[in-house]
């Protein structure tokens, strides 16, 4: 890890979190206490970054430092909230194209997807603030830079997520291999969020659950699936053509 990524030591943490600074996650050691590691906690929960606590080893093998307990990897993107991003896309005129990725580790993967979904003209990505790889510098290189061209909001809670779309009038629909509903049954010219799951297990229950539509991607070989970052291509194309032939 770039050492440049690294914010090392009590005070700088605390100053990059006043400041308002980007931070993907922060690296507490296990057991440390007192005022400013509380601080650290209490500015963390209201931005909505995760803390993981560590022991001292992982954090000595972060850096040479002296860092007092405490690490935090700087984020090379800036998070949005659902709510300013969902208002921003109807403020353009636009019917909101939206993604959550569930469950999804490989940040190879994220980049791609991002770089497809710039490509055609969703203008979201949502995901949770754990159980997900993170946004750094190679998932910026294999999205091309598309990282930096979309909103992108980190949120607590998928389920609460849902709510807030569905608050705003928009239908979240969600992918699954043995859905009986086709990809192009699927109207995407609507308002839309479209959830991605892992390969490994796909969309979780209650995001099924609480989706309006469930659907697949016909296939014609007897295989396993699609690879997740092409699925979601494939999904965001047959939308912007939609979208493409209503305007």
Do not use: W
């Amino acid at each position: 890890m770039k050492q440049s990524s690294l914010i090392i030591g009590r005070q700088p943490l605390i100053e990059a979190l006043s400041g308002g600074r980007a931070i993907d996650k922060i690296y507490l050691q296990k057991g440390a206490g007192g005022d400013i590691i509380q601080k650290v906690r209490d500015l963390a929960s209201e931005r909505h970054i995760p803390i993981q606590l560590v022991p001292i080893e992982k954090l000595n093998g972060l850096t040479r430092s002296n860092h007092q307990g405490c690490i935090a990897i700087a984020a090379i993107i800036s998070y949005i909230d659902l709510q300013q991003m969902i208002d921003l896309v109807v403020a353009s005129g636009r019917a909101p194209l939206l993604l959550i990725l569930d469950g999804i580790t490989d940040v190879r993967n994220i980049g791609a997807i991002a770089r497809t979904a710039v490509c055609c003209g969703a203008q979201g990505i949502i995901i949770p603030d754990k159980g997900v790889g993170a946004l750094n510098e190679e998932a910026m290189k294999t999205s091309a830079g598309a990282l930096e061209k979309i909103y992108v909001s980190r949120v607590t809670s998928l389920a609460h997520a849902v709510d807030t779309l569905h608050l705003n009038g928009i239908k979240v629909f969600s992918s699954e291999m043995k859905a009986s509903s086709k990809l192009f049954d699927i109207d995407f010219t609507i308002p839309s969020c479209i959830v991605m799951g892992s390969e490994e297990h796909g969309v979780q229950s209650f995001l099924r659950k609480s989706s309006d539509e469930i659907f697949t991607i016909p296939m014609e070989g007897k295989f396993d699936s699609f690879n997740v970052s092409v699925a979601t291509g494939i999904i965001l194309y047959e939308a912007m053509k939609q979208r493409m032939m209503k305007a």
